[in-house]
T-cell receptor, first 109, second 114 residues
Framework: GQSLEQPSEVTAVEGAIVQINCTYQ??????LSWYQQHDGGAPTFLSY????GLEETGRFSSFLSRSDSYGYLLLQELQMKDSASYFC??????????FGTGTSLTVIP | SAVISQKPSRDICQRGTSLTIQCQVD?????MFWYRQQPGQSLTLIAT?????????ESGFVIDKFPISRPNLTFSTLTVSNMSPEDSSIYLC???????????FGEGSRLTVL
C-alpha cells in the first residue's frame, strides 16, 4: 500500500520562506512530485524528484531523500497567490501516482 | 503537455441513478487515470484505464460501482453507478508525461448526489 503524510495546515508571512514536508511509505517508488491546487481548480504540477537532492524551479524547490523516505517543497519569496493546497505524490512502479494528505498554505500580509 | 476536457463540469444527481463522465485528451496516451477528491480531502486514485484492456482498480474501488471504458488512445469514460450521497465528490481525469512525474488534469466533474 501507499501512505504519504503531510502537515495539514501551514501559515506564513508574505515574502518569507516556507517548507512543506512529506514522508512516505510505499511498496515501490520511482519519484516524488509536488502539486498546487487552488480552491475550485485542478491540481497543477510544480516539481519532481527521481533522485536524491534538490531541484530548483524559480521560487519553488523540492528535495528528496530516498533513504529517509522524505521530501519537502520549499517556497521562497511567498506571495499572496501562493495560498493554496499543496500535495506530494509518489510515482509508483506501475506509473500510477498516489497523493499525500495535502497541506493548506495560508499566506498572510 | 496535454489538454484534457471533462464533461460534465458539474451535475446534481438523485440517489440510485448513474452518471457517466467523459474525458477527452488532445494527444494519444497509453494510460489515463481517474481520481476522486472528496470535499476538503486529497486525491484518491480510483483506477487506471489502459486502451485495449480492462481497467486496473485500486483497493476499495470495484468495476460494478465505477465501470470504465477506454475505446481509444484519446478518450475514456467513468461511470458512477447507483449513486449515494457518499459519492458526492470531484472526479478528475488525468494523464502523465511518460517517464516523468508530471500529471495533467482535467478541470474535474463536481457531482452532488441528493
Amino acid at each position: 500500500g501507499q501512505s504519504l503524510e503531510q502537515p495539514s495546515e501551514v501559515t506564513a508571512v508574505e515574502g518569507a520562506i516556507v517548507q512543506i514536508n512529506c514522508t512516505y511509505q510505499t511498496s515501490g517508488f520511482y519519484g516524488l512530485s509536488w502539486y498546487q491546487q487552488h480552491d475550485g481548480g485542478a491540481p497543477t504540477f510544480l516539481s519532481y524528484n527521481a533522485l536524491d537532492g534538490l531541484e530548483e524551479t524559480g521560487r519553488f524547490s523540492s528535495f528528496l531523500s530516498r533513504s529517509d523516505s522524505y521530501g519537502y517543497l520549499l517556497l521562497q519569496e511567498l506571495q499572496m497567490k501562493d495560498s493554496a493546497s499543496y500535495f506530494c505524490a509518489v510515482r509508483a512502479p506501475g506509473n500510477q501516482f498516489y497523493f499525500g494528505t495535502g497541506t493548506s498554505l495560508t499566506v498572510i500580509p | 503537455s496535454a489538454v484534457i476536457s471533462q464533461k460534465p463540469s458539474r451535475d446534481i444527481c438523485q440517489r440510485g441513478t448513474s452518471l457517466t463522465i467523459q474525458c477527452q485528451v488532445d494527444s494519444q496516451v497509453t494510460m489515463m487515470f481517474w481520481y476522486r477528491q472528496q470535499p476538503g480531502q486529497s486525491l484518491t486514485l480510483i483506477a487506471t484505464a489502459n486502451q485495449g484492456s480492462e481497467a486496473t482498480y485500486e483497493s476499495g474501488f470495484v468495476i460494478d460501482k465505477f465501470p470504465i471504458s477506454r475505446p481509444n488512445l484519446t478518450f475514456s469514460t467513468l461511470t458512477v453507478s447507483n449513486m449515494s450521497p457518499e459519492d458526492s465528490s470531484i472526479y478528475l481525469c488525468s494523464v502523465a508525461t511518460p517517464g516523468t512525474g508530471e500529471l495533467f488534469f482535467g478541470e474535474g466533474s463536481r457531482l452532488t448526489v441528493l
